[in-house]
């Protein structure tokens, strides 16, 4: 089974990454999932969605068909969002512009947000309220926020505050388990085919 982590920040460097390298790192520790991909959105990959995309225009096939094949592959994801001014950042949300229910469709995901500050909630309320509806990725109900994120999940334990950096390691690796074990059970709802209906292509 593969998962994916989309790092949602356009910084290079970003703490996002960090974020996604150290759940990159605990995906593997566990071996639940037999392989792990980061898809970032740092340094914009992804052009603003424009008609070409519905048109099928060769621009966006050439972009597009690959990474679709990446995203099909997958079986969860995790979603990692800083807090850009109380919203997730537009690259993220033109993501989910450009997938669709082929790549995210009945496929869980484990959102991770991240401030370096006391922020963090609000991109959890967006990405819940306005990013699954048509291409139907389900979020876990556990989510993370990462509060003070330059002082955890750092490299260097001196740079780290010890017990919020012990208690963030602790709840991303259960959280993960838990995406795993969606994983394995959502596999089955989307092989029983029920969620394929031509008379319902989006949600409402
Ligand atoms: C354009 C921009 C807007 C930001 N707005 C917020 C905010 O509204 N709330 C917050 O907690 N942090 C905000 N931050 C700080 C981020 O929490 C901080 O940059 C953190 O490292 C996560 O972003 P990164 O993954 O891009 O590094 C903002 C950062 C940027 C670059």
New binding site residues.
């Given amino acids: 089974m593969k998962v994916t982590v989309v ?5 290079t ?7 996604s390298e150290h759940i990159r790192g605990a995906l593997e520790a566990t071996g639940g999932f037999s392989e792990v991909e980061i898809f970032g959105l740092n340094d914009n990959p992804l052009p603003l969605w424009d008609q070409g995309v519905w048109e099928g225009a060769a621009r966006w096939s050439e972009l597009l068909d690959p990474l679709r094949a990446r995203l099909q592959a997958s079986d969860a994801f995790v979603i ?1 969002s ?6 997730v ?1 537009a690259g993220l949300k033109n993501f989910f512009l450009l997938c669709s229910a082929r790549e995210l469709g009945h496929k869980p995901a484990l959102i991770v947000t ?7 909630s ?1 991109p959890v309320a967006e990405l819940r309220m306005s990013s699954y509806k048509n291409n139907r990725l389900c979020y876990l109900p556990e989510h993370v926020i990462i ?1 003070n ?2 002082r955890v999940l750092n490299e260097d334990a001196a740079d780290n505050d010890s017990a919020a950096d012990q208690y963030f390691r602790a709840r991303i690796a259960w959280n993960l388990e838990i995406l795993h074990a969606y994983a394995l059970a959502l596999k089955g709802v989307r092989e029983s085919g029920i969620t394929h209906n031509d008379l319902f292509k989006n949600g409402m």
Avoid: F, L, T
């Avoid at 800083?82 to 919203?87: K, L, S």
């Avoid at 991240?114 to 963090?120: A, L």
């Fill in positions: 790092s949602g920040s356009h910084r460097p970003s703490q996002s990454m960090k974020v990692v800083p807090e850009w001014h109380g919203q950042p991240v401030s370096s500050g006391d922020g963090g609000y509060r994120v330059e």
